[in-house]
Structures are given as C-alpha cells and as structure tokens.
C-alpha cells in the first residue's frame, strides 16, 4: 500500500470513528441531521461548521473514461474529482452544496482530499 493510501486510510478511519455534534447558527433545526451525514463508506462527514459551501459555478459534473459520472469541486485554483465514495447520498435539507475537506503537506507539496461532497439544488 502506498503511502498516499495509507495516509487516506487513516484520515478516513480516524473521522468516521469520532461520534460528533454539529451546529449551524441561524439552522440549529439541521444540527441532526448535520451530525449523521455519511458518505457512501460510511465515514461520518463531520460538524456542518467544517464543511465549505460551494457555489454553484465551483462544481460541475464530467463523463469519466469508463463512463460513468464524476462530481468535481474548484478548490485552491484547481479542478478536483470527488472521489466516488466521498458523495453523500441523502437528501440535502441544507440546500447547498457543501465539502468537507481534508488538507495535508506531501512532499513539501498542499495536497487536498475531498472526504464528503453533497450535491446541492442545482445538481
């Protein structure tokens, strides 16, 4: 396993471990919901105050090579493909669409991994 991987594996293993509470100023009605979010491994998504809403411009759909669809995010001046496990498959009561991001240094290089992704309304 590459060490890129096991990096991955661990950041994964360690958020979908830790049981969280979240809250959202001016929508506490959304804070249980928030609080379960999952991606499609199961990993928690985390607090809703650690997601970045994205706007509609910054996120887009694209026919992979093999065909199927990938999400991708414009994050840091980059197009980044969210990860087909990373997307949240629930309905999105907050409306927007949201990522909850994971940063880290890789041989002196920023390097970014998209843990959840939630489509929003203009999917």
């Not at 991606?39 to 199927?68: P, Q, S, V």
């Not at 414009?74 to 980044?80: A, N, S």
């Not at 009561?93 to 949201?98: E, F, K, N, S």
Request: include cysteine; glycine fraction near 8%.
């Amino acid at each position: 396993m590459t060490f890129i991987k096991q990096l991955l594996l661990l950041a994964a293993t360690v958020l979908g471990t830790v049981p969280v509470s979240a809250h959202m100023e001016g929508r506490k009605e959304l804070n249980n919901w928030f609080a379960g979010l999952r991606n499609m491994r199961g990993d928690y998504c985390c607090l809703g105050d650690e997601a970045t809403t994205i706007l509609n411009a910054d996120w887009d759909t694209k026919r992979a090579a093999d065909g199927t669809v990938e999400y991708r995010v414009h994050l840091d001046g980059d197009w980044v493909v969210v990860p087909y496990y990373s997307v949240v498959p629930a309905p999105n009561l907050y409306g927007r669409t949201a990522v909850w991001t994971i940063y880290y240094e890789m041989q002196g290089r920023r390097v970014v991994h998209i843990a959840c992704f939630l489509p929003g309304a203009g999917m």
